[in-house]
């Protein structure tokens, strides 16, 4: 073979290169000086690429060369929009759905965005990762069900417990009414992991994660652990559950996690009183969550007032996000719309005809790319 840049090149086509980029070849008589970049930091990896390099070299050209490769290592960048984590077979995308401190409405949000998914079309499952404080199964009348055992593959799953048309699982299936769930976090860890890999969810358009209070193991243990597409943070509007959200949104921004914060919702954000329709009372603060978005420079999905009819219909296990032609159904759906139009958004690097299905069948407007 004669010596050129050509022939060269030609033989870096060879699949044991894949690793190593060629960035330049010069050849000059008998002396060649080869560019490359390799990914990997290790001195090992330098020297079994030059190797490889100089093998080729000496086995393809019978002349004597004087071989001089300048190495460069180069550490691939982060792709903003790879989701982590093993993928669930049949499931599109995973919301994570999280709160910085307990009792904001976090679980009342998520059963009510799931109906609203549920109405736009979608096929939707909740996964209760409240390992400590379950109320999924009550807001859906299903506290005394528990999932089946069916055989998929020849392998025995848990079957996910159906009401209004979502697929539920929850540690609140598996203990008593009366029972404290008493764990700590690699044991809850462990019983979630078998909730989501050892599930016949089939498929799903979204699978909603209702995620504890808080940052803590149990967060990056699912974090880390399923390909999360995207999270939302629930707020209400006072200084003192602000200060919590802020630490939840930065929890998704951590380098090991790094999930697109899709939105903030603010729960409980106004009073109106049935014999006062007009005004509008703002208990907890005015307008907090929204300009905890702004600072943070996430998108604000909405706002939900504080009304009876929605704690009640919680409490009855018949979400209120069911009632048609109401106010807060309109809310809710509109919130829901806000997040898919986000989602739409940070899935742009997916197939077109993935992102053009949750578009069109959420009513949302198309996203400019």
Known sequence: MVLSKKNILLLFEDPKFKDILINNVVVFENEVVIDITINNPTLQAKKKSESLIKNIIDKNFNEKIDLTINT???????NLNQIKGKPIPGIKNVIAIASGKGGVGKSTITSNIAISLDKMGFSVGILDADIYGPSIPIMFDIANSRPLS?????KNKMSPVESY?????????????????IWRGPMASKALNQMIFDAAWGDLDFLLIDLPPGTGDIHLSILQALPVTGSVIISTPQNIALADARKGVAMFKQ????????????????????ELPKNKYYIFGKDGAKNLASDLKVP?????????????ASDY????????????SDVIDDITRNMITELVKRNKDLPASEALKITTMAGCSAINK
Request: positive net charge; hydrophobic residues 45%.
């Open 72 to 78: 460069k290592v180069e550490k691939p960048k982060d």
């Open 300 to 312: 604000f999905l909405g706002c939900l007032p504080i009304i009876q009819s929605i704690r009640e």
């Open 165 to 181: 048309g979502i697929k539920i699982l929850s540690i609140g299936f598996f203990t008593k009414a009366d029972q404290a769930v």
């Open 255 to 274: 380098e090991s996690i790094k999930v697109p914060v899709l939105g903030i919702v603010e729960n409980m954000s106004y009073f109106i009183p049935k």
């Open 150 to 154: 069916v055989s998929v593959n020849g």
């Open 317 to 328: 296990g018949h979400p209120v996000a069911l009632q048609k032609k109401s106010m807060i």
